[in-house]
C-alpha cells in the first residue's frame, strides 16, 4: 500500500502531536483547507495516543517555573504564559495545576486530532527510508506499506526516524564525553485506596522514628538503606530535615503532592535490603512528585531505574516496554504499598518514561545550558519562555569524576535559566525537511535537562508545526523557516506568548566554561557564514566558499537572498573558471584601471563569459539578471547548439524569454545549469540573480566540467524534469492526457511530492493562476482593492489580472475569498465571460437531468460553454452539478477545450467520453 501525505509526525509524544495540529491550523489559516497529515507510532494506539504521558503515565506535568517579581512585572500567571496549543491541550485534558489524567489526555489529544483530519497509524516498524537527494520522502514499514510526505517531524524520545534518515544520534551525555551516562527511566504507577491524609500519618511516623537515634528499628533502616555506607547513610539523614532541623513533611495543593523527605524511600530500600543507590541497586525508590487524580487516584513518579546510554536507546526502540528487572521489581513495589501502606490497588504504567535516551547532531543552531543561561534566543525571534532548573535525577554517571580531574570542584548549577524558545535546535541540516522535537533535539551539556521537559518541548512544536506549514505552501524546506517567520505567523494568528527570558552573564560564562572543558574534542570545519544555516543553496555554498571561489561580505555573513553586481559575478567568474582567451578584451567607458573589479571584468571578458552594452559601457555596478547570468555562463563554455528550444515550454514564463536568449536558455536547462527556487518552472529571466542563485549556477557548471562532485538539489531543472513533466497519481485517470499536456506547457502545476492530487477541489487563488498562465489576459478594468488578498499573497498577481482581465470577480466588490474552493459553474461562466463569448439558446441545457440548478442568469452562459465544448462532466455525462466543487482534473479538461476553442498553445485534439455535446447526449 502506498499513500501520500503532506507532513508525516513519527512518534506520538505530546510536543509531536501539538505540533501536527499546530501545522494543519496554519495551512488551513492560509490556503483554506487542511492538510493531508498523518501520525505514525511504533506503539499500540488503542490504550492511548500521547507517548509517556498517557501510556507512560506521567501524569505529574512540570511546569514552568517563574519568580514571583517577574510574574507581576509582566502580568504572569503561576506558569509564565505558555504556548498556546499547550495551553489548549491542557484545558482539554481538564488539567486543574499539574496532574494529568491519561485519560482525558488521550481524549483531548484524539479530538485535536480529529478536528484537523489527521490519521494515526501504530504498530509501525521502519524497514527503510526513502530519500530523494538529501531530502526525506518517505517511510516503508517491514510490513510492505509505503507513506510519503513533503514534511517531518521526529517526536520519539531516541530521534529514531532521524536516525533511519542517516542523522548521527550521540548515545547518553556524549556531549559530555559520556556516551554510556544516562538519566534513569521511571516506571510510573497508580494507587488506588491511599488517600493523602493515610500517606501524610505513614510517613509522619517514619521521620520520627527515623530521626530517633534511640530508636532501633528506625537506626535500622538507615544502616540497610545505606549499604553500609557512612557518607550515604549521612545524605538520607540529612535529607529529612531543612536546614532549621524540621521535618520535612509531604506538602500538597490543588491536585498534587510533594514528597520532600527520603523517609519512605529509606524505609522501602531497608525492605528490600538494598541500598538507596541507582548504580549499586539498579534501582531507587526516589521521593516521588505524586500527582491527585479522580476517584481516590495517586499518580507516582518516583520508581527510577539505572540505565546505560545503550540500554535507553534499547529501551525506546522496544516501544519503551518496562523489561523483566523492572517488572520484578515493580511487584515488590506493589506487595509493599498494599502491606505497608494499605494501597487497595497498585497499577503500573504500560510503558516506561524515558527521560533521554541521547541527542542527534547537524541540526541547524545546538542548543547548550550556557546558552539557556544566557536567555536563549533574541527577543526578535522568541517564541515564548521558559524557566526550569537543570535537572539531572539520579544524576549523571562518571560526570564528577571527569569534572573533578579537570580541577572542578562540582558539577552543580544552582542557577535556574529562564530563557527564549526557538526551533533552530530542533531543525536538521540534513535532511532539511525533518526536525526532531523531542529530548533527543540539538541540546549540547545541561541543555539535555531543561530540554526534556514536555512544556517546553510544546512551544517548540508549535513552532515547527507553523514552519511546517510554512514550508508547505510556499513550496521551501522546513529548515529553511526562521524563528522571525514563525513568531509572525504566531503574532498573526494572535497567539504569540509573552518573552520575558533573563541572560545571567556570570552564571553563562561559568557554564559555558564548563561545558566546553569536558566536551570531547572536535574537529573545527572551516569558517564558514553563519546565516546559510538552512538555506536551500547551503551546500553549494559551503563547496564554493571552501574552494575560495566565493566569499562573505563580513561579519561572518553571506546574505544569500541579496543580488549581486555585474562587477561581483565578473569576479566570482575570474576566480571559479580558468580557461583560455578566446578574444581580446573589449574597453568599457565606464571600467576604469583603478576600478577594483578591473581585473576580473577583462578577464571574464577574455573567457568570452561577460560582454557589454552596444553603447560601450559594462555597467558594473548594474546588478545582474538571471538572464545575463545565464547567458555568460553558456557563452563562456560554448554551450550553445544541438538543443530544441521547444523544451523551454517547461517554464511558465517561456514567453517572457527574449528570443535572442531561447537556445542559450535551452542549453543552460539541459547542461542542468539552472535552479529556480521555489518553483522550478518559474524560470524569471529579468529578475536579480541572488548571491545563492550565482552560487548554485556556478556550482552546476563546474559539474558539468567535472571539477566538483554533483550535489542533489529538488531546484535543479535536469533533463528527465524538461522532458518527463508527469504526475506521480494520474497514471489511470479518466482526465491523463489533458493534465499531462497541459503540465508540460507549464499551464497547470502539482505538489512538491509529484503529485497532481487531479480528485482534490480547487481554490479560488490557484484557479486565478491556471488562468492567468492560460490565458495571460490584458487588463479591461480598473484593479479590485480585495481586502483579503494582501499584496504579499501567493496568487495576488494572478489574482488581479484575471480580475481586470474580465475572467473572475470578487464575491462583493472588497473580497475576493482566494481559499474558498471554485465551483463547477463560476468555472464555465470565467472561460465563457473573460474571453467575451456572449450567450446562446438556454433550451440546449434540456440536455441536463440538473438543469434546474442553473441560475436563470447564467444558462446562456453555460449554453455557450456547451456549445464550444467546454462542458465536462465526470462520471454523469448528463448532470452538470453547477453549485459542485470543481476538481483540480476537471478544472485541467475544461480549461484545456477552452485553449483549444481559442487557438492558443497549439494544443492537440484529446477526446474523452466525458466532454458534453450534441451527440453524446443526442
Known sequence: MLRTFDL????????????????????????????????????????????????????????????????????????????????????????????????????????????????????????????????????QLTRGDTYLARQFLDATVNAELAQFAGVEKQKGFATFGLPEAELPVTLCFQTEGLSIAK???????????????????????????????????????????????????????????????????????????????????????????????SGGRLSWNSLLFFVTGSEAEALARNTAKPNATMLAEFQQVRQWFQESLGAIDVKP??????????????????????????????VGEALGTFGYHFD?????????RQASERGYKSVSVHTKPLFNIGIRHAQLREPPNLAVVSPASGFEGYAAAAGRIVEFNAGVAQGLGIAA???????????????????????????????????????????????????????????????????????????????????????????PEEPLTRAAF????????????????????????????YNAIVQANRMGFMAGFPNGTFRPSQNVTRLQAYLALVSGLDLVGGVNPDVLSYYVDRNRIPSYAVHAIASASVAGLIADYPNRRLFRPMQDMTRAEVAVAIYQTL????????????????????????????????????????????????????????????????????LAKAF??????????????????????????????????????????????????????????????????????????????IPTWAQPAVATAFDRRLVVNYPDLDRLRPTADATRAEVAVMLYQALRDEGLWDLTLLESPYIADRETLS
Open 8 to 139: 508525516i509526525v513519527f512518534g506520538d509524544e505530546v510536543p509531536g502531536i501539538l505540533g501536527l495540529v499546530s501545522a494543519a491550523r496554519e495551512y488551513r489559516r492560509q490556503t483554506g483547507q487542511y492538510p493531508r497529515t498523518l501520525v505514525m507510532t511504533k506503539s499500540n494506539a488503542n490504550p492511548g495516543i500521547g507517548g509517556h504521558l498517557v501510556r507512560g503515565e506521567l501524569s505529574y506535568l512540570d511546569r514552568s517555573s517563574v519568580s514571583s517579581d517577574l510574574r507581576q512585572h509582566y502580568q504572569l500567571d503561576t506558569f509564565g504564559d505558555p504556548p498556546a496549543i499547550y495551553k489548549e491541550f491542557l484545558d482539554r485534558s481538564n488539567v486543574d495545576w499539574v496532574a494529568l489524567d491519561p485519560q482525558a489526555a488521550d481524549t483531548a489529544l484524539r479530538q485535536m486530532l480529529g478536528e484537523v483530519g489527521a490519521y494515526i497509524v501504530s504498530n509501525v516498524e521502519i524497514d527503510r527510508v526513502l530519500k530523494t537527494g538529501n531530502r526525506l520522502s518517505g517511510i
Open 199 to 293: 500517606l501524610k500519618h505513614i510517613e509522619a511516623s517514619y521521620l520520627q522514628r527515623l530521626s530517633d537515634l534511640n530508636d532501633a528499628l528506625g537506626q535500622q533502616w538507615l544502616q540497610r538503606a545505606s549499604g553500609g555506607s557512612d557518607s550515604l547513610a549521612k545524605l538520607l539523614r540529612n535529607s529529612l530535615t531543612d536546614k532549621a532541623g524540621r521535618p520535612l513533611t509531604l506538602y500538597s495543593d490543588r491536585d498534587f503532592v510533594d514528597i520532600r523527605s527520603r523517609a519512605l524511600s529509606i524505609v522501602y530500600h531497608a525492605h528490600r535490603n538494598q541500598p538507596f543507590s541507582l548504580k549499586d541497586s539498579g534501582f531507587v525508590l526516589d521521593n516521588g512528585n505524586i500527582a491527585v487524580l
Open 349 to 378: 504504567a504500560a510503558e516506561l518514561y524515558i527521560r533521554h535516551a541521547g541527542n542527534v547532531t547537524g541540526v541547524v543552531s545546538p542548543l547548550s545550558g550556557a546558552q539557556m543561561l544566557k536567555g536563549g534566543v533574541e
Open 392 to 400: 539531572v535525577r539520579g544524576g549523571i554517571d562518571g560526570l564528577g
Open 469 to 559: 506549514a510554512l514550508a508547505l505552501i510556499q513550496g521551501r524546506q522546513l529548515s529553511e523557516i526562521s524563528n522571525t517567520e514563525v513568531r509572525r505567523a504566531l503574532a498573526r494568528r494572535g497567539q504569540l506568548s509573552k518573552v520575558y527570558g533573563i541572560g545571567q552573564a556570570e552564571a553563562a560564562t561559568a557554564l559555558s566554561s564548563f561545558e566546553k572543558t569536558l566536551a570531547p574534542e572536535k574537529s573545527i570545519p572551516p569558517t564558514e557564514p553563519i546565516d546559510i544555516a538552512g538555506h536551500w543553496a547551503e551546500p553549494y555554498i559551503k563547496a564554493l566558499f571552501d574552494r575560495n571561489i566565493i566569499s562573505g561580505v563580513g561579519n561572518n555573513r553571506f546574505q
Open 570 to 597: 565578473a569576479a566570482v567568474l575570474a576566480r571559479a573558471f580558468d580557461r583560455d582567451s578566446v578574444r581580446d578584451s573589449q574597453v568599457f567607458l565606464d571600467v576604469s584601471p583603478s576600478f577594483w573589479g
Open 703 to 770: 559539474t558539468l566540467l567535472s571539477e566538483v562532485p554533483r550535489i542533489e538539489s529538488p531546484y535543479i531543472v535536469t533533463v528527465d524534469r524538461l522532458v518527463d513533466s508527469d504526475f506521480s497519481d494520474i497514471d489511470t485517470h479518466w482526465a491523463r492526457d489533458f493534465i499531462r499536456e497541459l503540465a508540460r506547457k507549464g499551464l497547470v502545476n502539482g505538489y512538491n511530492d509529484g503529485s497532481f492530487r487531479p480528485d482534490a477541489p480547487l481554490t479560488r487563488a490557484t484557479f486565478a493562476s491556471f
Open 776 to 853: 495571460d489576459p490584458p487588463p479591461e478594468r480598473p484593479p479590485a482593492e480585495f481586502r483579503d488578498v494582501l499584496p504579499t499573497f501567493w496568487a495576488s498577481r494572478a489574482i488581479q489580472q484575471v480580475y481586470r482581465g474580465g475572467f473572475l470577480s470578487g464575491l462583493s466588490e472588497t473580497t475576493f475569498a482566494p481559499q474558498l474552493n471554485v465551483q463547477r459553474l463560476q468555472v464555465l461562466l470565467a472561460l465563457v465571460n473573460g474571453r467575451d463569448l456572449g450567450g446562446a439558446d438556454a433550451s440546449e441545457l434540456a440536455r441536463f437531468v440538473d438543469r434546474a440548478e
